[in-house]
């Protein structure tokens, strides 16, 4: 039986490898718009993401980052959320085109796994470049986020794969090494160039030492 009789999946996360980190002007612009200096901005931001990422509403999320409700101010809060999204679709094309040519391959598909509220998927999968992803999955629909093995597990189940036959790559090594204590296969993500030498690899059939 050939090496590509079975499926062999590329799992792939979003934010910070498939995109390009939020940019600074964009901190700015929100914390602008939070009336908030950006370095309190920026701590809030992140504090609460977690249950944002999990399906938290966009109301119950910024009114957690501006500590007050703004159940009465949706204008803001759309404000908010589409400066928010459209920080996070500016890409890596580098990092796409490698992964798109990897998928190119016999056997071979993409999946994506991100931790990202729902107008993050949304803007995702509205996307162009989305359709290359056989599967795209999200923790916000999920309600499970990385690092969470329950995730990976579930994943797994739905891509009807063994964990052999994934190769997972994230730039956060808490995300990796959850994978990796499954038998995953992964990859921590540092840049495009690294990540290409990383999938010939895994293409040849050499497992990293896991160190990730």
Same mark, same amino acid.
């Given at each position: 039986?050939?090496?590509?009789?079975?499926? %062999?999946?590329?799992?792939?996360?979003?934010? &910070?490898?498939?995109?390009?980190? *939020?940019?600074?002007?964009?901190?700015? %612009?929100?914390? /602008? *718009?939070?009336?908030?200096?950006?370095?309190?901005?920026?701590?809030?931001?992140?504090?609460?993401?977690?249950?944002?990422?999990?399906?938290?509403?966009?109301?119950?999320?910024?009114?957690?980052?501006?500590?007050?409700?703004? $159940?009465?101010? =949706?204008?803001?809060?759309?404000?908010?959320? @589409?400066?928010?999204?459209?920080?996070?679709?500016?890409?890596?094309?580098?990092?796409?085109?490698?992964?798109?040519?990897?998928?190119?391959? =016999?056997?071979?598909?993409?999946? *994506?796994?991100?931790?990202?509220?729902? =107008?993050?998927?949304?803007?995702?999968?509205? $996307?162009?470049? /989305?359709?290359?992803?056989? @599967?795209?999955?999200? $923790?916000?629909?999920?309600?499970?986020?990385? =690092?969470?093995?329950?995730?990976? &597990?579930?994943?797994?189940?739905?891509?009807?794969?063994?964990?052999?036959?994934?190769?997972?790559?994230?730039?956060?090594?808490?995300?990796?090494?959850?994978?990796?204590?499954?038998?995953?296969?992964?990859? @921590?993500?540092? /840049?495009?160039?690294?990540?290409?030498?990383?999938?010939?690899?895994?293409?040849?059939?050499? %497992?990293? @030492?896991?160190?990730?």
């Amino acid at each position: 039986m050939g090496r590509h009789a079975v499926t %062999r999946w590329i799992l792939v996360d979003y934010g &910070e490898v498939i995109s390009a980190p *939020l940019a600074a002007d964009t901190v700015l %612009r929100l914390a /602008s *718009l939070a009336e908030q200096h950006p370095d309190e901005f920026r701590d809030h931001y992140w504090r609460f993401r977690r249950r944002y990422d999990l399906g938290q509403s966009d109301i119950g999320y910024w009114s957690e980052v501006l500590d007050r409700d703004l $159940s009465a101010e =949706p204008t803001l809060v759309d404000q908010l959320v @589409r400066v928010d999204v459209a920080g996070w679709m500016t890409l890596n094309p580098q990092t796409l085109l490698t992964l798109m040519e990897f998928a190119a391959r =016999p056997g071979v598909k993409l999946a *994506l796994l991100s931790n990202a509220p729902e =107008p993050i998927a949304l803007a995702i999968d509205t $996307s162009t470049w /989305s359709r290359h992803f056989d @599967r795209r999955f999200y $923790s916000c629909r999920l309600q499970l986020a990385k =690092p969470d093995t329950a995730v990976f &597990e579930l994943v797994l189940r739905e891509l009807a794969a063994s964990p052999e036959s994934v190769l997972f790559i994230d730039d956060r090594a808490g995300n990796t090494q959850a994978a990796a204590r499954l038998g995953v296969e992964v990859a @921590r993500f540092t /840049s495009a160039e690294a990540m290409l030498r990383r999938l010939r690899d895994w293409e040849s059939g050499t %497992r990293s @030492r896991v160190s990730d």
